[in-house]
């Protein structure tokens, strides 16, 4: 597995969660990241994505001002701390590399994937 995202959990509505992704192959130097998310039911959504030198960053609107995705390229890591957690934000994310060093919020622009893991917030 390339990706390893870590970090979801049980939050009460208004905590915070710390999401990691670690690239074991570190294949991910001069690409763009990002993450997204899937709720049951539902497709998998783009919430956050960051350039290959985290330089650039943007957010779906229904995260942004809560959100803050960060990456650490020396070590090979992904961030997204998420702040003032909504029922609505429960659901499994996802981390992705891009195809380039800069990328966009569609699933197509992205090559590979993790496994996700799982956020639940309850009310």
């Known amino acids: 597995v390339q990706l390893q995202a870590s970090g979801g959990g049980f939050v009460q509505e208004g905590g915070s969660l710390r999401l990691s992704c670690a690239d074991r192959?570190?294949?991910?130097?001069?690409?763009?990241m990002g993450w997204f998310r899937q709720a049951p039911g539902k497709e998998r959504e783009f919430v956050a994505r960051?350039?290959?030198?985290?330089?650039?960053?943007s957010y779906a609107d229904s995260v942004k001002g809560r959100f803050t995705i960060s990456r650490d390229r020396a070590s090979g890591t992904m961030y997204l701390q998420m702040n003032s957690l909504k029922p609505e934000d429960t659901a499994r994310y996802y981390c992705?590399?891009?195809?380039?060093?800069?990328?966009?919020?569609?699933?197509?622009?992205?090559?590979?994937w993790g496994q996700g893991t799982l956020v639940t917030v309850s009310s």
């Open positions: 192959r570190r294949t991910s130097s001069n690409n763009a």
């Open positions: 992705a590399v891009a195809r380039s060093a800069v990328s966009g919020p569609d699933r197509a622009d992205y090559r590979y």
């Open positions: 960051i350039s290959w030198n985290g330089g650039l960053s």
